[in-house]
């Protein structure tokens, strides 16, 4: 009689959704420099608002600003970056007529 070395079949269990954020807390302060640089323009804010409008999620809408964003030499990397941009956005939206 032959015997057969077949591997036994397997359940693969699907893994759960992951908490961890695609933006992660920093420690440093690297971005300083450029956060003195960077500026809100109306293009950015209105891109940013129809991206709103539209409630990506999170990571979805930092990847479409870093496209614009990294035009202007800067990039939505750690978790006080996106709060930095939220806070010029807001500063922006209450100096705006």
């Known amino acids: 009689m ?3 070395n077949y591997p036994q079949p397997t359940t693969t269990k699907p893994q759960p959704a992951s908490n ?3 933006l992660h807390q ?3 302060t690297a971005m300083s420099i450029g ?5 809100v323009d109306r293009s950015l ?3 940013y608002e129809n991206l709103r409008m539209l409630n990506p999620s ?5 990847k479409a600003l870093n496209v614009v964003l990294v035009q202007q030499g800067w990039a939505i990397n750690t978790c006080e970056d996106l709060e930095f941009f939220i806070d010029l ?3 922006y939206e209450q100096e705006m007529p």
């Open 26 to 28: 920093s420690g440093s």
């Open 45 to 47: 804010y209105v891109l």
């Open 89 to 91: 956005i807001e500063s």
């Open 58 to 62: 999170v990571f979805d809408m930092v």
């Open 35 to 39: 956060k003195a640089e960077f500026v």
């Open 2 to 4: 032959v015997h057969a």
């Open 20 to 22: 961890v954020s695609p």
